[in-house]
Each structure stands twice: as C-alpha cells, then as structure tokens.
C-alpha cells in the first residue's frame, strides 16, 4: 500500500480543488447572475471563515514567552511598503500615455502618437536604471529604512506634480522623471532589506514573495486607477488628476510605513558581495 498523504499535502489538494470550484462559480455569477455578486460570493464566505476561526477553531495555548520578532515586524513593513509603492509605481507607466495621446480638444492632452507617448517615457526609464547605483549607496551609508522613505516621498511628489502642472510636454515629462527615479530607488533598495532580515537560506524565498507582493500592488494600484478614469469620463482632466492624487498617496503612505522598519544591525552589502566572490 502507499503511503497516506501527510497532512500539508492533503490540505494543499483541498485548497486546490476549492480554487477549480470558484473558477467555476465565477463563470456562472458572470453568465447567470448579476455581476455584484462577482463581490458577494467573496465576502460572506470570507465572513464565515472569520466567525468560524473565532468559534470553532481550538486554541494553540499560551504562547511561550521569547524575544521578539523583530526580522518579522521588518519584513511585514518592508512588504506593506512594497504593495503601497507597486500600487503608485506604475502611474506614469498607465497615466502619461493617457495624458499624452489623449486629443488636444480635450483642453489638456497633446494628441500625439504612441511612439511619442512611448518618448516621454524613455527618459523616465533611464532614471529607473540610475536609481539602482544611488540606492546602493545610500542603503550602505543610512540602511534600508531611510532611502526607502525618501524613495517613496520621490515618487509621490513625482505623481503629485502632474495634478497641478501638466500644460506642457516637458512638463509632464520631468515629472515623470522624478517619479520613476523613486520607483527606481525603492525597488533596488526593497530587495536588500528583506533579504538582510532572513538567514541566507531563505532569502531566495523571501525575495520571490516580496516580489510577489510589489505585483500584487501593481495589478491593484492599476485597476484603482483604471476605476477612477471610467469614473470620472465625463471630466478627463480631473480624472487624471484624481489618478495622479492616488498614486501620490500611495507613495506617502508606503514613506510612512518605511518609516517604521525595525533598526537592525545587517552585514553591510559590500561585504556580502565580497564573500560571494570569495566563495566563487
């Protein structure tokens, strides 16, 4: 006989199968029923899964004194911070083409082509690759927590500018050179904070999850924005503006939770990558 399945494969196998079904109800809420309840049939079973672990689930015990979690309390602000920074990096990506191809009858898009919307992007993105270098430097002198904050408070001004100032291309342009500058400097300096907070064993895992997590940010971050454009059709330019708010909140928001990181005490980068090529 083989062997039964160990319980972590069990439960993987259920929440497999639990995934198939709700693809299946989802294709039937969306052919036969109204497309509220997309949201409904998400939120009362997540109600009644929170009432059940209040009730039903047995208690673990007291918890076992010990010293705190401090490379946990890092990594769930330098993830949080993550998701706010994904969902504000990719406003100039989606809100400049929009901006720029959008007709000049409107009375403030410039009516120009893709490729030229593509053009004012260009500069934006070389900034994102300078970042990188200036991150690491400043991650060597300050740590992770104080280049992340000034990364994410670059990109909120960045995306606020635009809301008050877009009449020109070069406008619209030099902001989108600031705000990419700081999506540039918060992902180049992101990696490393996680990363310095787990043994060297689990830091690939670490750094795929956070990675997931900036995604995750960006797909939300991308639909808000896309909600706020439909939204508000009738007005384009105060579409566009209320976008650019958004993602500037969301860059202070992701400064105020960097702030909060943890101090610690890492091995400094350039010394990793020393041993690193040692051990090569």
């Given at each position: ?185 918060a992902l180049a300096v992101i990696p490393a904070v996680v990363v310095e907070a787990v043994p060297a064993a689990r830091a690939a895992e670490t750094a795929g ?53 943890p101090r610690v005490n890492p091995a400094p980068l350039a010394s990793v990558v020393t041993s690193e090529r040692t051990a090569a």
């Amino acid at each position: 006989m083989s062997p039964s399945p160990s319980p972590r494969w069990a439960l993987a196998g259920r929440r497999l199968l639990v995934t198939g079904l709700g693809l299946v109800l989802g294709g039937l809420i969306v052919d036969h029923a109204p497309l509220a309840w997309i949201f409904w049939s998400t939120a009362i079973p997540a109600a009644v899964a929170a009432v059940a672990v209040r009730f039903l689930l047995p208690s673990s015990g007291a918890a076992p004194g010990g010293r705190a979690d401090v490379a946990g309390a890092l990594l769930l602000a330098a993830d949080l911070a993550t998701f706010l920074v994904g969902c504000g990096m990719f406003g100039a990506f989606v809100l400049v083409p929009q901006f720029a191809e959008a007709p000049a009858s409107t009375g403030y898009g410039f009516g120009v082509d893709a490729t030229r919307a593509g053009l004012l992007l260009l500069p934006g993105s070389l900034a994102m690759m300078a970042g990188g270098p200036l991150a690491a430097r400043l991650h060597l002198r300050y740590g992770g927590r104080v280049p992340l904050a000034l990364a994410a408070v670059v990109t909120a001004a960045g995306s606020l500018l635009p809301a008050a100032g877009h009449g020109s291309e070069a406008e619209v342009l030099a902001w989108s050179v600031l705000a990419l500058l700081g999506v540039g400097l918060a992902l180049a300096v992101i990696p490393a904070v996680v990363v310095e907070a787990v043994p060297a064993a689990r830091a690939a895992e670490t750094a795929g999850v956070n990675s997931l997590i900036r995604s995750v940010g960006s797909s939300v971050g991308t639909q808000v924005m896309a909600g706020i454009l439909a939204s508000q059709a009738a007005s384009g330019a105060r579409a566009l503006s209320l976008a650019y708010v958004f993602c500037a909140v969301a860059g202070l928001l992701a400064a105020a939770v960097a702030t909060r990181i943890p101090r610690v005490n890492p091995a400094p980068l350039a010394s990793v990558v020393t041993s690193e090529r040692t051990a090569a």
